[in-house]
């Protein structure tokens, strides 16, 4: 106890004092409860104006570190460790709450963590259960192919060369005509949403979406200044779109095949009056079209199938189809544009994964996809049909629903406005997990996205169970 600070220091003798109190408690010299000299016998033995010590002790106090008990005098506090850590640590929190990229839901936070678990029924998720995978072909896949050491590598800027023709020629099927220059292999859908949000729009661009929308559910746009502006699409679209436009950059972002989450399907009407609206406005549309494969029946084509000016960046990926693990899809636009985003990609990932890509090539020049989809979509269908009846049996009275014409939902209305976070969480104690209507419209109370893609039939018999009790229970309260 014979320190005393050195005058000829650049560092004040307040602060030395600071930093010696500091390491005392740091070694643990001084532990949580420890009374402190007076002020007097400190500044004596440091050889220092009482002042100086006041300031000090004063410094440490607004730290958490000291603590003064009336009438006792100055004690190390009992939470002083946790008052050392954020001293010696960046303030973390500070950093999370400024960045850039705005933090999900609370909702969504606990559905992206509730589906890591296995004790979970999960009756919202969009996601192949695992046993409608064909993993084994897969795997029967790896064995086949033969990998050149190029192939391993880093792939072009746009993504593998033979896999951008396969596209061509695959989509060629939904009346879309591409050159591979045209085509960026991305991962997956929302990458590309990503891509385009930070490669082609300025701060405070207009992202034009329906009022129930998947954007409200992830943040591509939001986290990098866009506005999200909801409107409908009736007769006064084309008006609407001009009135609030004027002369800002816009985009509309649309899913006019098994639209996420309520399933629609759109008309071919419906597709040529979005795309003249937008084509009198010049403003460039996001088709994503990642279900259009698990249709049960054919419909019309996709808005990119009537694009002669290249107004539409089109989508599509095999997450929802073959694996979402293979974390592959693809963007298909002008080549100015794609050659823009394809050089982001680069700065970020170099590349979607070489061998996923490779495995991809070989499902589309192979016909394994498309006779995968065939078995698919009968799979995807008797999921439907059972999770129908379920409903007719316990739901009817309830709530409403649409046939399902494809896809893994079913948007399910209650009559009541019931669903709301407190819902969620009654639900999720019981150990079923659902996405609420509100995570894509957040005036929405009253709709679930009841999928029947992920869950067993077992699962989704005891879910909907569940699901119809805490219902009937609401209702009565």
């Avoid at 500044?43 to 006041?54: I, K, L, P």
């Avoid at 929308?213 to 699409?233: A, C, D, E, K, T």
Wanted: charged share 20%; aromatic share 8%.
């Amino acid at each position: 106890m014979n320190w005393q600070p050195n005058r000829q220091r650049d560092t004040s003798l307040q602060q030395q004092i600071v930093q010696w109190i500091t390491a005392l408690v740091e070694r643990g010299d001084w532990v949580a409860g420890t009374k402190l000299p007076t002020q007097r016998q400190l500044a004596m033995q440091f050889g220092v104006n009482r002042s100086t010590v006041q300031q000090a002790l004063e410094e440490l106090k607004a730290i958490g570190l000291l603590e003064s008990k009336v009438g006792s005098g100055v004690y190390v506090t009992h939470n002083s460790w946790h008052a050392l850590i954020q001293q010696t640590q960046p303030n973390w929190q500070t950093y999370i709450e400024t960045s850039i990229h705005k933090p999900n839901y609370h909702t969504i936070q606990l559905i992206n963590e509730y589906e890591q678990r296995e004790d979970v029924i999960r009756l919202g998720t969009g996601e192949l259960a695992p046993s409608l995978l064909p993993t084994e072909a897969i795997e029967a896949s790896l064995r086949e192919l033969s990998f050149q050491p190029k192939a391993l590598g880093y792939s072009s800027p746009q993504g593998n060369d033979h896999l951008r023709a396969a596209i061509c020629d695959y989509v060629r099927n939904r009346g879309i005509v591409a050159e591979p220059q045209q085509v960026c292999i991305v991962s997956g859908a929302l990458q590309a949403l990503q891509l385009i949000a930070v490669g082609l729009l300025e701060q405070g661009s207009i992202v034009f979406q329906e009022p129930t929308s998947y954007l409200n559910s992830v943040h591509p746009f939001q986290s990098v200044g866009m506005q999200m502006v909801s409107i409908h699409r009736d007769e006064q679209l084309a008006q609407t779109l001009s009135q609030r436009k004027r002369k800002k950059q816009a985009v509309f972002y649309a899913i006019p095949t098994l639209h996420n989450p309520t399933g629609q399907v759109w008309t071919s009407l419906e597709k040529k009056q979005l795309y003249e609206a937008c084509q009198a406005s010049r403003i460039p549309i996001i088709e994503d079209d990642v279900y259009h494969e698990l249709l049960f029946e054919a419909t019309s084509p996709p808005i990119k199938a009537m694009d002669s000016s290249g107004q539409v960046l089109y989508i599509g990926s095999v997450s929802k189809t073959l694996s979402p693990g293979l974390r592959i899809g693809w963007l298909i636009g002008p080549t100015t544009v794609i050659e823009r985003l394809a050089d982001i990609k680069m700065q970020t990932d170099y590349g979607s994964s070489a061998i996923s890509q490779e495995i991809v090539l070989h499902w589309l020049q192979s016909g394994k996809y498309e006779s995968h989809l065939a078995s698919l979509r009968q799979h995807l269908q008797d999921r439907a049909h059972f999770t129908e009846q379920i409903l007719q049996g316990k739901f009817k009275d309830i709530a409403t629903w649409s046939k399902p014409k494809g896809g893994f939902y079913i948007w399910l209305k209650f009559h009541e406005p019931l669903i709301d976070k407190e819902f969620f969480m009654k639900l999720l104690q019981q150990q079923v997990l659902i996405n609420p209507g509100y995570i894509y419209d957040p005036q929405d109370h009253h709709h679930i996205r009841l999928s029947y893609a992920y869950a067993t039939y077992d699962e989704l018999q005891e879910g909907l169970q569940i699901l119809h009790k805490c219902v009937v229970e609401a209702l009565l309260q």
